[in-house]
Nanobody, 127 residues
Framework: QVHLVESGGGSVQPGGSLRLSCEVS????????MGWFRETPADDGGVDRR???????????SYAASVKGRFTISIDNAKNVLYLDMKNLKPEDTAMYSC?????????????????WGQGTQVTVSS
């Protein structure tokens, strides 16, 4: 059974940095496709979930335009941990951040392609 557990969230001032971790168990470390997402409240009372980026075992990486150059995704296969390094954080980066796994590849992956999800960790960027 696949389990994903995020950690590292917290409060940070604008311009600051934060590293999120996602501990993975029960998922292949040789063939993988994983990503980070974030959720914010939507105007209709629901949630707006958006992809931040992903990485797969073929060495492909992808990032959303809103975070490219500021966020970096990496994976430590020996520790089975996925990381999200965030720098130059902005108030609009405030969200619940979740890791996910199970996509076929990061190329053109959609939310529906990810079969496994963590519970999330909250990141708040404010002065």
């Amino acid at each position: 059974q696949v389990h994903l557990v995020e950690s590292g969230g917290g409060s940070v001032q604008p311009g600051g940095s934060l590293r999120l971790s996602c501990e993975v168990s029960g998922y292949s470390s040789s063939q993988y496709c994983m990503g980070w997402f974030r959720e914010t409240p939507a105007d209709d009372g629901g949630v707006d979930r958006r992809g931040i980026g992903g990485i797969d075992s073929d060495g492909r990486e992808s990032y959303a335009a809103s975070v490219k150059g500021r966020f970096t995704i990496s994976i430590d296969n020996a520790k089975n941990v996925l990381y999200l390094d965030m720098k130059n954080l902005k108030p609009e980066d405030t969200a619940m951040y979740s890791c996910a796994a199970g996509c076929p590849s990061v190329d053109a992956a959609t939310i529906a392609d990810f079969g496994y999800w963590g519970q999330g960790t909250q990141v708040t960027v404010s002065s």
